[in-house]
């Protein structure tokens, strides 16, 4: 018999805030895979399954909608959005402008803990791109990312950028078994140097210069998938309804 310190608590049972953490769990289950694309979210089976009620999970799918992770559909309801060739380029478009411009600002601002920080997390990185645990390393490069972004010091710039993390990250997930993690780790551990010397110029410039790179690998995966597809394989972003 399982008692109720032999399971893991449901959201329900969580101290945190409960409509914060319905959010999130959902959110990284499309990250992760675990909702693939074109998958029906059903409202009472993800309450019961979450252990909470409909109101804090209408919330977060209503959020997760407006941030582009689901989509509404006639006589189907919540489905999980796919992301595809034409998503990833308009990620890129915009990112690459951001990220420079945070490049450059965490080179003039960034902290001595920040710095330890984005050390941690390209050892980390490096560390697992030589055990070959891609996906590992491909999870410790998009939070050294989001570490740059946070050592901007410009909350505005944060703002706009959070919700592109999550997309990024989402990207990064489906993209990760064709990473070659050694040059990616390479780029970051330059880029850190840069921010590190406090050579604002040469940080944005290796930031556009590494998101120029990630844009081509990623659309040639897209490509990819496409022929595949064309041939009559199966592409790693084509999922049937799982609803």
Request: glycine share 8%.
């Amino acid at each position: 018999m399982t008692t109720r310190a032999d399971r893991r608590p449901t959201i329900g049972e969580s101290h945190q805030s409960l409509r914060e953490r319905v959010y999130v769990e959902l959110r990284e289950r499309i990250i992760e895979g675990a909702f693939p694309a074109g998958m029906r979210l059903v409202e009472r089976e993800l309450a019961d399954q979450l252990g909470v009620s409909r109101i804090p999970l209408r919330e977060a799918m209503q959020r997760l909608e407006r941030e582009g992770f689901l989509t509404v559909q006639a006589r189907r309801g919540s489905v999980v959005t796919d992301f595809g060739a034409q998503d990833a380029t308009y990620l890129f478009d915009v990112r690459e402008n951001l990220e420079g411009l945070a490049a450059g600002l965490a080179a003039r601002h960034a902290t001595t803990t920040q710095l330890r920080a984005m050390e941690r997390l390209l050892a980390r990185s490096r560390k697992a791109s030589d055990a070959g645990r891609l996906r590992q390393a491909v999870a410790h490069n998009a939070d050294f990312h989001q570490q740059i972004v946070e050592a901007s010091g410009n909350p505005l710039l944060q703002e706009l950028m959070a919700p592109l993390d999550a997309r990024l990250r989402r990207l990064f997930r489906l993209t990760s078994d064709l990473n070659d993690g050694d040059p990616m780790c390479g780029e970051h551990e330059r880029l850190y140097e840069a921010v590190r010397d406090r050579d604002a110029a040469r940080a944005e410039e290796l930031a556009r210069h590494h998101v120029a790179g990630t844009r081509d690998s990623a659309l040639r995966y897209f490509s990819d998938a496409a022929t595949r597809i064309a041939d009559g394989g199966n592409g790693a972003d084509s999922v049937t309804d799982a609803g």
